[in-house]
């Protein structure tokens, strides 16, 4: 199994946007969830949105709801963060991660196969 691999990080104003890429790698058959989660300075790593590869169904942490959209696109074997109105906060470390198994999950433990992480800083 090889690691996933995200890209697309950077730096943006408050307000503005980003979207970041993560290329699943390994086993893109069966039932699997891809995630992605983010840590910023200091805070432990916390869930902000899965998909399920096979429907495309997703899930959102609360507090990110309606500001991010988690996406793939199926003949690119891609998946995307789309990220509007970022605020400082929105700072850290942005992973995408997978979950092989059908059950869906937004616990750090339960997903197995880490990218290395791209960095997002907003500025105020």
């Known amino acids: 199994q090889v690691k996933p691999v995200e890209s697309g990080g950077g730096l943006v104003q408050a307000g503005g946007s980003l979207r970041l890429s993560c290329l699943p790698s390994g086993r893109t058959f069966g039932d699997y969830y891809m995630g992605w989660f983010r840590q910023a300075p200091g805070k432990e790593r916390e869930f902000v949105a899965h998909i399920h590869w096979r429907s495309g169904s997703t899930y959102y942490a609360d507090s990110l709801k309606g500001r991010f959209t988690i996406s793939r696109d199926n003949a690119k074997n891609t998946m995307y963060l789309q990220m509007n109105s970022l605020k400082p906060e929105d700072t850290a470390v942005y992973y995408c991660?997978?979950?092989?198994?059908?059950?869906?999950?937004?616990?750090?433990?339960?997903?197995?196969?880490w990218g290395q992480g791209t960095q997002v800083t907003v500025s105020s």
């Open positions: 991660a997978k979950h092989l198994s059908s059950r869906a999950s937004t616990i750090v433990s339960d997903y197995t196969y």
